[in-house]
């Protein structure tokens, strides 16, 4: 989900931000907060930069149009991205006493991933390694601001955070990580929809259709011969299409896309 990755960088600008506004009010710390400002800006700028393939992945036809349609196109997207930032930034300093809610909301950045994967059918848009690293680094951070009481925040070098040290907050930062863990695992063993009742699933496409397949049908995945007594391992897309349905659900999860004439696919259910 872009809105994961977009939330994921708006975090790390905030804290390079102010980062260098402590090192700014430090002469002595100054060189040593200069360096975690760098790695927050080096991690904004990637975090930036993946925004690109996943537009270019949802919106593939935008890139087959001219250089002048995908400029218009990265500017509407970084102007209103860069745009946002700057207002986030605007509103937070204006809401300093209540910095303890506003990071804890930013904790939420799971949900639009849960939510994309759920909507679109997907259960590997991200790798375990990716999202149970990104969360430990994350909590363990914040669990440092808000949790220890002799930290760098302690009114001896720099003024206490709102609320804390609060265990109670910290308590509400490891219970958030922790739902969005479960709820993302669970998508990836149990399926992407699991948790949605019956009544509010989409319209969902049968890959069972066609029951019946032409001797020397090949599955250009994986290059065999499609055999026609086992017709029921067999899936046949809206394109008409067949191939074995471990080899195409395997590849559903790089591509959401015919093997053979490259059409966007549904997921399968």
Request: proline share 6%; hydrophobic share 45%; with cysteine.
């Amino acid at each position: 989900s872009i809105v994961c990755i977009a939330m994921q960088a708006a975090m790390d600008a905030y804290d390079a931000f102010l980062h260098l506004c402590l090192g700014l009010s430090s002469q002595y710390k100054f060189n040593t907060i200069a360096v975690i400002v760098l790695f927050k800006f080096i991690l904004f700028s990637l975090e930036t930069r993946y925004m690109l393939p996943i537009w270019r992945h949802r919106y593939p036809d935008l890139f087959n149009q001219g250089w002048e349609v995908v400029r218009r196109e990265f500017s509407w997207i970084y102007s209103r991205f860069y745009g946002m930032l700057v207002l986030g930034m605007v509103m937070l300093y204006h809401n300093m006493e209540s910095l303890d809610y506003i990071v804890l909301m930013f904790q939420l950045y799971l949900v639009p991933q849960i939510a994309c994967d759920a909507w679109q059918g997907c259960k590997t848009a991200l790798c375990p390694s990716y999202y149970l690293g990104m969360a430990a680094v994350r909590l363990l951070y914040f669990l440092y601001l808000w949790g220890c009481p002799e930290g760098i925040f302690s009114d001896e070098l720099y003024p206490q955070l709102p609320g804390a040290p609060n265990a109670t907050t910290c308590l509400w930062f490891v219970l958030v990580h922790v739902i969005q863990l479960a709820i993302i695992s669970s998508q990836q063993r149990w399926g992407p929809r699991w948790f949605i009742p019956w009544v509010c699933m989409p319209l969902a496409y049968n890959y069972h259709r066609s029951s019946s397949v032409d001797p020397g049908t090949d599955c250009v995945i994986c290059m065999i011969e499609i055999d026609p007594e086992e017709a029921r391992k067999c899936v046949t897309t809206p394109c008409n299409h067949k191939f074995h349905q471990s080899c195409l659900e395997q590849w559903m999860e790089v591509k959401m896309e015919c093997p053979t004439c490259r059409t966007l696919l549904p997921p399968i259910q």
